[in-house]
């Protein structure tokens, strides 16, 4: 499957979970900091698959503007948007917590891709 399929899918799934009401999620803790490693995953996840959208060559940062376009605004910018919007949705608010693991798993899944390049393009 093309990254830009999985990227967007990814993008609409973590929406999706993050506005959802929480009255109609289920109550489910299995250990005390499930909910912080649930935001760090969807993020990783995320800024992983959209760093690397429509760049087929080694990457040179300096110089890839398309690179950190995609990091601002497919990654870190949803990550504190949807973060942000939880406030207006009923039984969900604003946690600095989840915003702080959100960016975590952002940057997290910057320097994975940056740092992995046996995985780089599989999804290309």
């Known amino acids: 499957m093309r990254r830009s399929i999985l990227t967007w899918f990814w993008l609409a799934a973590s929406t999706v979970a993050m506005l959802t009401p929480g009255s109609t999620l289920p109550d489910v803790s299995v250990f005390r900091f499930q909910d912080k490693l649930i935001h760090f995953f969807l993020f990783f996840v995320l800024s992983y698959l959209a760093v690397g959208l429509g760049i087929k060559e ?34 969900r608010s604003f946690d600095l917590n989840d915003l702080l693991f959100n960016v975590l798993g952002v940057f997290s899944g910057l320097f994975g891709y940056l740092y992995r390049p046996s995985c780089k393009f599989i999804l290309d």
């Open 58 to 91: 080694k990457i040179n940062l300096n110089g890839n503007t398309r690179f950190w376009i995609n990091f601002a605004l497919l990654a870190l910018l949803p990550s504190i948007v949807l973060e942000t919007a939880q406030h207006l949705i009923p039984y």
